[in-house]
């Protein structure tokens, strides 16, 4: 299900998406998200916005990064990993967007269930 996530102070939707899926998954404000990624990306010399920078945090904080399986890549949507996904705390990264399943539920400020992820992140190491 998709249910509509916005933390932004201003309510503005400005590329902050990495920002909104790492507060979601790690419950925090977007104001504590938004340091966490910022100090991190100071740190690393590079932009808020780079996959390693908000995923480094999100490494720090125990989560473990996955490959989506190759074996249908155009086809296999963020609306099929959200249902079969029906417990914990995953963040999905498509190489220009992030957003969060939490307990198969999709969270997002727009609705993104068509996209096709290419990794994701999960609070528990996996046994693969």
Avoid at 22 to 48: C, H, N, Q
Avoid at 65 to 72: E, H, L, S
Wanted: glycine share 8%.
């Amino acid at each position: 299900m998709f249910i509509r996530f916005n933390p932004n102070p201003a309510g503005r939707n400005v590329g902050d998406c990495a920002v909104r899926a790492v507060a979601k998954a790690l419950g925090i404000s977007w104001e504590e998200a938004f340091e966490k990624i910022t100090d991190a990306a100071f740190r690393m010399a590079d932009m808020p916005s780079a996959d390693s920078v908000w995923g480094a945090v999100l490494r720090s904080q125990g989560f473990y990064r996955y490959a989506i399986p190759n074996t249908c890549p155009d086809c296999y949507t963020a609306e099929d990993f959200a249902r079969d996904h029906p417990r914990g705390v995953y963040v999905l990264g498509y190489g220009n967007h992030a957003n969060t399943v939490v307990n198969g539920n999709l969270f997002d400020s727009w609705d993104s269930r068509d996209l096709v992820p290419q990794y994701y992140w999960s609070e528990k190491l996996l046994n693969d």
